[in-house]
């Protein structure tokens, strides 16, 4: 099997495990929607669901376009393995990492220090942050190395 | 680090996507290493210095080197 096939190929299994884990989630949060122990959780094992259904498509598509178009596979395939843009991959990825790691050890730190029981909804507001901002931190530091070298 | 990359794609009459295509690299890359913001990886260097034919300390200048002489 030629590099080609095989690029094609492991796009087409991680669309179709995507597609067929989010629908399996999808549906488990619609038969256990009485389930009062799970509760909001619900909502979000069901968010992950339809996001590795849309990512699914998303791969399935990309490979099908690949038949389609081989000019879009080859330049895929050279931007997976470009040694530069996996250089900045790797830093942009490395940074989020510290930052994260920083953050949660603050927030650990905070919670650690305070006297009262922290409040559910007060925590669920720093954390998502948190998630959201290493995101942020990942995606800025991307354009910075693009721009830099 | 200097480099001759686009002197010697000139003289190849080639665009800086054919290099790319040569060097299985994207364009960016090769319009970083032409503007000498980015030092390829001794792998890269070495496909390099095989599309033109050359040895890499023909077409990578040591600064340092330079300086000292």
């Not at chain 2, 480099?3 to 040569?22: S, Y």
């Amino acid at each position: 099997m030629n590099n080609d096939q095989q690029f094609k190929n492991k796009r087409l299994t991680i669309g179709y495990l995507a597609l067929g884990g989010g629908v399996i989630l999808f549906v488990l949060t619609i038969l256990l929607k009485d389930n009062a122990t799970l509760g909001n959780y619900l909502k979000l094992i069901q968010g992950i669901g339809v996001f590795l259904v849309f990512w699914g498509i998303f791969m399935l598509f990309q490979a099908s376009s690949y038949k389609k178009n081989p000019a879009i596979l080859k330049k895929d395939m050279v931007e997976s393995m470009d040694e530069r843009k996996v250089w900045i991959r790797h830093h942009a990825g490395n940074n989020a990492f510290i930052f994260s790691a920083a953050a949660s050890y603050l927030a650990l730190l905070i919670v650690g220090m305070t006297r009262e029981p922290i409040d559910p909804d007060l925590a669920w507001w720093v954390l998502a942050p948190l998630v959201s901002i290493t995101l942020v931190v990942y995606i800025a530091n991307l354009v910075y190395y693009e721009n830099k070298y | 680090m200097k480099n001759r990359l686009e002197e010697l794609r000139a003289g190849q009459k080639w665009t800086q996507q054919e290099l790319a295509n040569h060097l299985n690299v994207s364009r960016q890359t090769v319009i970083s290493l032409e503007q000498g913001r980015y030092n390829p990886s001794l792998l890269l260097a070495f496909r390099i210095a095989r599309v033109f034919g050359l040895k890499i300390e023909e077409i990578f200048l040591d600064e340092e080197d330079q300086d000292n002489e």
